[in-house]
């Protein structure tokens, strides 16, 4: 019988665990024996499948990244030693086996625990992530720390190959060893896009370049053939070419650090033995361990990426099964599917991607750019009609939106898909490189708003204040599906940078009209008017304030654009209404409202104006109805925020 087991399904009830009982914290788990680690990852894996499948979350990262994770823990002193898992996708095992076990099923959830690490929610959690790339970044300076405090102290990031695309895990590489920083890269290669050279050999070469025995050898012929500037040559270039027969190291080793690997990541011997041999080298380490997205449940090692993530197990389906909505919504990761409807509504994304692949047909000049979103801002219909004028440009945001620039420069017509909270770090290239041009790009921008279980790192609540100050941008929110397919067109025609922001998942229903329009650049919509109060809602705020409207009989405005403002659709209302009540799903800072004071202000119109939008405070996990709730931004929230403000006023 194998060491491991091979699941087949989601179990539906708590598994039994005697040993991964036993491990409240990772010390505990340095107490057992070498032997029992592969029955742990056994039963760590069919309790994350089990934790998991009542919440739904992140999936494949994590059942990939099993056996390394108790190694790390198993062979480091956590937490006094610093383990920092990049973006946080692959860090559930880890929040498994760091006192969080029995909290698993309420992850994701509103007052549950963290999708990420959490530097507030465990010492465990070293550094807070959720955006990509950042893990080399942060340990260097974890390990510059340590040796500025004269702590012995070992400090590993861990990246996947994903995240190593980005620009910054690179500029982090090159400055480690600028600084000779003692620390450790593992680089989890789940998709052997760096190699796929795994085998018996390149694993005992592994262990032979991480033994103690290696490196005395090493560095002793180093200080002896360094006397011998041609003998020491002729030594080092024999190392790099013996190495680089078997494993990919030139790129790393030319950067300065001491490459091992690739070694399996799925055998936690070999894992166990190669980071004893590494912990206490000096200088940058680098570990490239190949890992499975998936692994050991089958359906997930079959299709990784539908099993990025999941939604919950629906109550209703077969024990153990995903049922095929989970499926579908995988990327959105959902904590909970949607009731079953007679006809199916189309998320925001996809209302997106149908009106690229119809825009493309019209215009040869289209090119979409993706910073690795094809799925999640479905372009996956685009890609493989118009493969040619795809770009996906990896985790790389500031390089997608330069690309653009560049490309309309010279006549093209680029349409950059990117999620709010992504766009935020492409922001000096959108204003450098695309706005003082005046280039014309539009982006699509997805997830804007309060996007729910994912939390503060992925909410998309700050990019109507951030574009707001940036001159000559077009900023349009619209309500509905179809104004979403209308304002894409509209941002198309527009010569210039420009901007539609539209919200996670559905929409109200409306019908789409597939005949394209173009909207009136800076108009409002006025929706009805009514007694004492005008509301002015962007975007998704139309649908609960038009429910508030209808309720008290009040005037409301779609006012469509964020930038330009209809200037003489707001003028009229602080002159006719006593009460202007502004609402966004943005952070009230510097957001659409603001804008509206602004204009007001500038015109000596002195009127009572209502902001609502988004606290100045980070808003955790929840259902985007549990934190609109909490927000103030249901409808019932804006009727008791009008009627207060209305109280002030003694009305």
């Not at 996947?160 to 060893?177: P, Q, V, Y």
């Not at 951030?466 to 209308?486: F, G, H, K, W």
Request: proline share 5%; hydrophobic share 40%.
């Amino acid at each position: 019988m194998s060491e491991y087991t091979l699941y087949q399904e989601i179990p539906v009830s708590r598994p039994e665990t005697p040993l991964l009982d036993q491990v409240q914290l990772p010390a505990d788990m340095r107490q057992l024996e070498e032997e029992q680690l592969p029955q742990l990852a056994n039963e760590l894996r069919e309790y994350l499948l089990y934790s998991v499948g009542q919440t739904g979350g992140h999936f494949g990262a994590g059942l990939g990244v099993v056996e390394l994770t108790v190694a790390l823990h198993y062979v480091f002193n956590t937490p006094d030693d610093r383990l920092v898992w990049d973006v946080g996708h692959q860090a559930y095992p880890h929040k498994i086996l760091t006192g969080r076990r029995e909290q698993m099923t309420t992850i994701r959830q509103y007052d549950g625990i963290a999708a990420f690490p959490k530097r507030g929610e465990s010492e465990f959690d070293t550094f807070g992530v959720g955006h990509s790339s950042t893990s080399i970044s942060a340990a260097l300076g974890m390990a510059v720390a340590a040796r500025e405090q004269n702590l012995k102290r070992h400090v590993a990031a861990i990246i996947g190959d994903g995240a190593m695309t980005a620009g910054m895990a690179f500029e982090a590489l090159s400055h480690a060893a600028h600084v000779d920083a003692n620390m450790l890269v593992i680089l989890n290669d789940n998709e052997m896009s760096i190699s796929e050279n795994v085998g018996g050999f390149a694993t005992y070469l592994a262990k032979i370049l991480s033994s103690q025995a290696y490196t005395r050898m090493r560095e002793g012929s180093k200080k002896v053939l360094s006397k011998l500037p041609k003998a020491w040559e002729l030594a080092r270039k024999t190392e790099e070419h013996f190495k680089g027969m078997v494993s990919p190291s030139t790129l790393f080793e030319e950067m300065g650090f001491h490459y091992i690997g690739p070694i399996d990541g799925h055998d936690i011997h070999s894992l166990v033995t190669t980071l004893n041999n590494i912990k206490d080298l000096s200088g940058p380490q680098f570990l490239h361990v190949i890992t499975k997205k998936g692994k050991r449940f089958a359906p997930a090692e079959a299709d990784p990426i539908g099993y990025h993530a999941i939604t919950k197990l629906e109550k209703e389906s077969k024990p153990g099964k995903i049922s095929q909505e989970s499926k579908d919504n995988a990327q959105d990761a959902k904590p909970a599917p949607t009731p079953a409807k007679k006809k199916s509504r189309p998320k925001y994304s996809n209302v997106f991607g149908q009106w690229l692949c119809d825009m493309a047909a019209q215009d040869e000049r289209l090119i979409g750019i993706t910073p690795a979103m094809r799925e999640g801002s479905d372009l996956i219909q685009f890609s493989k009609d118009y493969p040619e004028r795809y770009f996906d440009v990896a985790i790389a945001e500031q390089h997608a939106v330069t690309l653009a620039a560049g490309m309309a420069c010279d006549g093209m017509k680029p349409v950059v898909a990117i999620y709010s909270t992504f766009l935020q770090r492409g922001y000096d290239q959108l204003i450098h490189d695309v706005a003082v041009q005046n280039l014309d790009v539009l982006f699509a921008i997805d997830r804007a708003g309060l996007v729910g279980e994912d939390g503060p790192t992925h909410h998309g609540t700050l990019d109507l204040s951030y574009l707001r100050c940036v001159p000559d941008m077009v900023i349009m929110a619209p309500s509905d599906e179809n104004e979403t397919r209308q304002m894409l067109y509209t941002g198309y025609q527009y010569s210039g940078p420009a901007a539609v922001r539209y919200p996670r998942g559905t929409g109200p229903g409306v019908e789409i009209q597939q005949q394209m329009a173009e909207l009136p650049i800076g108009k409002a919509e006025l929706k009805q008017t009514g007694q004492k109060v005008m509301i002015m809602a962007f975007g998704s705020m139309v649908a609960p304030a038009q429910e508030v409207a209808e309720k008290l009989g009040y005037g409301l405005l779609n006012m469509r654009f964020v930038k330009p403002l209809d200037q003489q659709a707001i003028i009229e209302a602080a002159k006719e209404y006593d009460l202007l009540v502004t609402i966004e799903e943005n952070a009230i800072a510097g957001g659409a409202g603001s804008g509206i004071n602004e204009l007001l202000m500038q015109n000596a119109l002195i009127k009572p104006v209502l902001n609502l939008g988004l606290p100045d405070r980070w808003v955790d996990q929840g259902s985007h109805q549990q934190l609109l709730a909490e927000c103030g931004l249901d409808a019932e929230g804006i009727e008791q925020s009008i009627q207060d403000y209305l109280a002030k006023l003694g009305q």
